[in-house]
């Protein structure tokens, strides 16, 4: 056990609290865990860890020489980790003080709110398109690793986040089993829950997809199980899905940046691409603001294309009313020339 009112007590406190436990997802939490390992063994000059210091002795001065060990390493600086310790020091002060207010100093109860960090180029995430997708997604069946195939479907086409695929919440009994031929998707991070239409009449939206699917065994409830033996399946680990995907991409030739949330990526980008408005695409995707929803397409060259060309249009249509004023204008004044020259 921690000593109380430590650094490591501090993250103790906030790993067991309801902000801990019911916001951070199961598969984010091996990087908080590393997180809060980076923290607490950082190092002082006296050469004690941090984290066996008090809460009270983390003062706003000793964040801002905190923040600069975490960005140091031997080649260049590692300015995106430095900015993830210290948004988790932020967070995890602010939950752990409103439960323990009277273990933290009252005049400056968060030193890590103000911490300036230096700017960086964020990386933007790689997105795959629809014929890398469905070739993964044919070669996962050839080779046996159908489960595989069906998680990069449903996260490109109905845009679902792979955490949840892999963890089971798509199911079978939400799969054309309505008045309606549907597929639900449920969005467990936002709430959200999306019946996305399979056809229309005798258009099917998704047949190619569907084709993926059709090749599952219904092994229970979730489409995405693995039979452990004869009458029992389980959910894959989501590490055991993320070594099928990279076996599975450097078998089949695709580039290196192929992922599930690429996938995602892809299918978020393609709403773009199909020149959707905001309101159709976030009816598809599920965000709740236009901000999130932006952040996932990818400014891919047919977007921009496709830009170019209406703006193209618009300065065609622009120079042809233009013309075609200066046309009357000349036949009025023309006219006016004519019927003086007659009067006169």
């Known amino acids: 056990m921690p000593k109380y009112g430590t650094v490591d007590w501090l993250f103790r406190e906030y790993k067991i609290s309801r902000a801990y436990l019911d916001k951070v997802s199961v598969r984010s939490r091996d990087d908080y ?3 809060m390992d980076q923290i607490c063994n ?3 000059k006296k050469g004690d860890r941090i984290g066996d ?3 009270k002795t983390i003062t706003p001065r000793a964040a801002d020489k905190l923040y600069d060990k975490f960005i140091e390493r031997e080649h260049g600086e590692r300015l995106r980790t430095g900015e993830k310790l210290v948004v988790l020091c932020r967070k995890a002060w602010r939950v752990v003080r409103r439960l323990f207010p009277d273990d933290f100093p009252k005049d400056v109860p968060n ?3 103000g911490v300036t960090m230096k700017t960086r180029v964020k990386k933007k995430k790689s997105a795959v398109t629809r014929d890398e997708v469905y070739t ?3 070669g996962c069946i050839e080779h046996g690793e159908v489960e595989a195939a069906a998680v990069a479907v449903i996260c490109f086409e109905w845009l679902q986040r792979p955490e949840n695929v892999i963890a089971g919440h798509i199911k079978w009994s939400g799969y054309r089993t309505g008045p309606k031929p549907t597929i639900r998707i449920e969005h467990h991070k936002t709430g959200e829950i999306v019946d996305h239409p399979l056809e229309d009449e005798a258009l099917k939206f998704y ?3 569907e084709e993926v699917l059709s090749h599952l065994k219904r092994l229970g409830s979730p489409m995405i199980l693995y039979e452990v033996e004869e009458g029992k399946a389980k959910p894959f680990g989501f590490s055991t899905m993320q070594h099928k995907v990279q076996r599975m991409r450097m078998k089949l030739g695709l580039p290196s940046h192929f992922t599930f949330d690429a996938c995602r990526h892809g299918g978020m980008t393609e709403l773009e691409e199909a020149e959707l408005t905001d309101g159709q695409g976030r009816a598809l995707s599920a965000h709740r603001t ?3 929803y932006i952040g996932y397409a990818k400014r891919t060259e047919k977007r921009v294309l496709a830009a170019t060309r209406k703006r193209h249009a618009h300065r065609l249509a622009n120079e042809m009313a233009t013309d075609v004023q200066n046309e009357q204008q000349k036949t009025v004044q023309n006219e006016e020339r004519e019927q003086s020259a ?3």
Do not use: D, G, N, Y
């Open 136 to 138: 993964f997604a044919h």
């Open 111 to 113: 030193p890590w709110v």
């Open 42 to 44: 950082t190092l002082t």
């Open 33 to 35: 865990e590393w997180a």
């Open 207 to 209: 047949e190619e997809a």
């Open 342 to 344: 007659i009067a006169e």
């Open 53 to 55: 210091r008090l809460v």
């Open 290 to 292: 236009q901000q999130s």
